[in-house]
């Protein structure tokens, strides 16, 4: 699977869009982009993925570049409970295997 | 609530004791999955069962036993544990272990070895 990276840690005030950057250089034709969020002492949750179109849930829109290198997760109005560490993950398509890096640590202020 | 459930949520267990973690998935999915995440690490795959067959084993130690009796119910059998296999133990289930479905976690149980 493709390797991606993040910044290690983002502030964003309460209230205002969170934009999380991810790379993903090497990724190939059939991987997809895939997001978890994890807050302390929970066990990680998923918010979106997409393959080459920009995609959006409840949670939060997903932006893949036209080159599919990289993308950024928004969460349009970030709240405190947003705080958590935030994974960008590219997957095989057909494979079981997520592989998670060390991602995002994003504070959201009040 | 994210339709898997994991018990019990906190253990402490001597190196000598034998335990059994439990995850349970409301989602009637088919594939379930145990994690490990240990301190200032990323998760670890450890096992991948597939229709109560499991499909993979990633150098685990043998003194972790999984078992699936069926798509909805997944163990982890404790024996002989090491202070170093201390970690977040979370389990997962998805619709298949192939396709782009994603995973759903449960919240671990939060195992301390003495």
């Known amino acids: 699977d493709a390797k991606t990276t993040q910044p290690p840690s983002m502030d964003c005030a309460e209230g205002r869009a969170a934009n999380l950057p991810c790379n993903h250089s090497?990724?190939?034709?059939?991987?997809?982009v895939y997001w978890y969020r994890q807050i302390h002492s929970q066990g990680p949750q998923y918010i979106i993925h997409g393959l080459k179109n920009n995609e959006t849930n409840e949670m939060a829109s997903l932006i893949i570049t036209e080159d599919r290198k990289s993308s950024t997760l928004i969460l349009p109005h970030a709240t405190l409970r947003d705080t958590a560490v935030y994974y960008c993950i590219v997957r095989q398509g057909g494979s079981e295997k997520l592989v998670f890096g060390k991602g995002t640590k994003l504070t959201v202020n009040p | 609530e994210t339709g898997v459930t994991q018990t019990p949520r906190h253990l402490v267990m001597g190196m000598t004791n034998k335990k059994s973690l439990k995850c349970e998935q409301h989602?009637?999915?088919?594939?379930m999955y145990w994690y490990k995440q240990s301190a200032k690490k990323p998760l670890e795959l450890m096992f991948v069962?597939?229709?109560?067959?499991?499909?993979e084993n990633n150098s685990v130690p043998s003194r972790f036993s999984p078992e699936c009796p069926n798509s909805s119910h997944l163990f982890l059998h404790l024996h002989t544990l090491q202070p170093e296999d201390s970690a977040l133990y979370l389990c997962?289930?998805?619709?298949?272990?192939?396709?782009?479905?994603?995973?759903?976690f449960g919240d671990g149980t939060r195992l301390s070895i003495l």
């Open positions: 090497t990724i190939s034709g059939n991987e997809y």
């Open positions: 989602l009637g999915h088919n594939a």
């Open positions: 997962a289930s998805s619709q298949h272990t192939t396709g782009y479905q994603p995973q759903h």
């Open positions: 069962y597939s229709l109560e067959e499991r499909v």
